[in-house]
């Protein structure tokens, strides 16, 4: 049982069902089955609130990532409640014109990477940076979405 939702309250209306393959690979590469979790697309002013208030940096970002499994007070026997990924589409949007590929490339990108932060991974020293954005690289080719 792999389950997500994507919530798309924004009125983004293109069309993301690509983020299935992404999210697969991921999951697959990482051995995971049986995890549920969410994708909140938001606007800049939404992630800048969360931004400031859970991490005490008051300004936009493109993605943060809430892991449930960090919090020993929530668990289940049956299945993985991985968290919540939140992804803003319009600095999604800014950093894909900015890079110089596709948003079809940045929205998987932030997918990958916010779904590797819910699994443990981080990017704080330079190894842990290397071997997470190595990960997704990787799993980003194995979908065929590259820049």
Same mark, same amino acid.
Do not use: L, P
């Given at each position: 049982m792999d389950n997500y939702d994507i919530v798309n309250n924004y009125g983004y209306d293109k069309d993301y069902s690509y983020l299935n393959d992404v999210i697969k690979n991921t999951l697959t590469h990482e051995h995971v089955d049986n995890a549920v979790f969410s994708i909140i697309f938001v606007d800049e002013a &939404?992630?800048? !609130?969360?931004? !400031? &208030?859970?991490?005490?940096? =008051?300004?936009?970002? =493109?993605?943060?990532? $809430?892991? $449930? &499994? %960090?919090? &020993? %007070?929530?668990a289940y026997e049956d299945f993985r409640v991985l968290g919540d990924i939140y992804i803003c589409i319009p600095r999604m949007q800014e950093q894909a014109a900015s890079y110089g590929h596709s948003e079809k490339r940045e929205l998987a990108f932030l997918t990958c990477h916010g779904l590797l932060h819910l699994l443990g991974y981080d990017h704080q020293t330079k190894k842990e940076e290397e071997i997470m954005f190595g990960l997704q690289e990787l799993i980003l080719n194995g979908t065929n979405i590259t820049r």
């Open positions: &939404e992630i800048q !609130k969360i931004n !400031k &208030e859970y991490r005490g940096i =008051d300004r936009v970002t =493109d993605v943060i990532s $809430f892991a $449930f &499994e %960090d919090n &020993e %007070d929530i």
